[in-house]
């Protein structure tokens, strides 16, 4: 078997087990793009650490006057989702990446991915203050900080990559594989799917059983069939390798 580093695992857990004292809840996901926001806070818009999302929540509730040790798990999970704290997709890649890049001695993200498409000085300035906020799925999919490989090349910290996917084919997805053992690989995402309904979506675990190694990824058994299908129907579904 083969993971991630004890760094990166741990960031994982702290999304499918958000650190506030005497619950049990993973992340809600949150779409940056159906909210239309650009800036603000972190935890508002998608991006946030395990701990800026604790904290964040910590601070309305005192606001709002609420008691989250007295509330239960499914309240708190509500409450999370009512003020739209969560996080998206790529921000859940980013921090987990981070983390593993940094154990692995290679440094933070931040300076492992490159966006040359920046080409206004004060755009790349805001880059430069703001990195987790100014990358999306496009980012880690762009050839500059990615390479498509083989199945079975397949390592944990690689991509799945889906560009063009929902109906109209303008929503991009990313998954990151996070363990390997035998012919199952696992991976984490952030995800809410139409039957999810408003509060039961966000930072999940799933596999991929390999039946037939000669055949693609989509042609493998997901335990997840509804994202299975959604990536057949995409425009693009690959793995890719983070540039290193």
């Given at each position: 078997?083969?993971?991630?580093?004890?760094?990166?695992?741990?960031?994982?857990?702290?999304?499918?087990?958000?650190?506030?004292?005497?619950?049990?809840?993973?992340?809600?996901?949150?779409?940056?793009?159906?909210?239309?926001?650009?800036?603000?806070?972190?935890?508002?818009?998608?991006?946030?650490?395990?701990?800026d999302i604790v904290e964040e929540a910590t601070i309305i509730s005192l606001r709002e006057k609420i008691n989250l040790n007295?509330?239960?798990?499914?309240?708190?999970?509500?409450?999370?989702?009512?003020?739209?704290?969560?996080?998206?997709?790529?921000?859940?890649?980013?921090?987990?990446?981070?983390?593993?890049?940094?154990?692995?001695?290679?440094?933070?993200?931040?300076?492992?991915?490159?966006?040359?498409?920046?080409?206004?000085?004060?755009?790349?300035?805001?880059?430069?203050?703001?990195?987790?906020?100014?990358?999306?799925?496009?980012?880690?999919?762009?050839?500059?900080?990615?390479?498509?490989?083989?199945?079975?090349?397949?390592?944990?910290?690689?991509?799945?990559?889906?560009?063009?996917?929902?109906?109209?084919?303008?929503?991009?997805?990313?998954?990151?594989?996070?363990?390997?053992?035998?012919?199952?690989?696992?991976?984490?995402?952030?995800?809410?799917?139409?039957?999810?309904?408003?509060?039961?979506?966000?930072?999940?675990?799933?596999?991929?059983?390999?039946?037939?190694?000669?055949?693609?990824?989509?042609?493998?058994?997901?335990?997840?069939?509804?994202?299975?299908?959604y990536a057949k129907k995409a425009k693009e579904c690959k793995i890719a390798r983070l540039r290193t």
């Amino acid at each position: 078997m083969s993971s991630l580093s004890t760094q990166a695992l741990e960031v994982i857990q702290n999304y499918l087990h958000l650190p506030f004292p005497g619950h049990n809840i993973s992340c809600p996901y949150f779409n940056n793009r159906r909210a239309r926001l650009r800036g603000g806070l972190r935890a508002l818009i998608g991006k946030g650490s395990p701990a800026d999302i604790v904290e964040e929540a910590t601070i309305i509730s005192l606001r709002e006057k609420i008691n989250l040790n007295k509330i239960t798990d499914e309240e708190l999970k509500k409450f999370l989702i009512d003020k739209k704290i969560g996080i998206d997709c790529s921000g859940l890649v980013y921090h987990i990446l981070d983390a593993e890049m940094k154990a692995q001695g290679k440094g933070s993200l931040q300076k492992i991915l490159k966006r040359p498409w920046f080409k206004n000085p004060i755009r790349k300035l805001l880059v430069k203050l703001r990195p987790i906020e100014n990358t999306g799925v496009g980012t880690f999919n762009h050839e500059i900080n990615s390479m498509e490989i083989n199945l079975k090349d397949l390592a944990p910290g690689d991509l799945i990559i889906i560009m063009g996917a929902g109906v109209k084919q303008d929503y991009n997805h990313i998954l990151l594989i996070n363990q390997i053992a035998d012919n199952k690989i696992q991976y984490t995402h952030s995800f809410q799917y139409p039957n999810d309904g408003l509060y039961n979506h966000g930072v999940r675990q799933e596999t991929i059983t390999i039946t037939d190694p000669n055949k693609s990824l989509l042609d493998q058994t997901w335990s997840e069939p509804q994202m299975q299908d959604y990536a057949k129907k995409a425009k693009e579904c690959k793995i890719a390798r983070l540039r290193t």
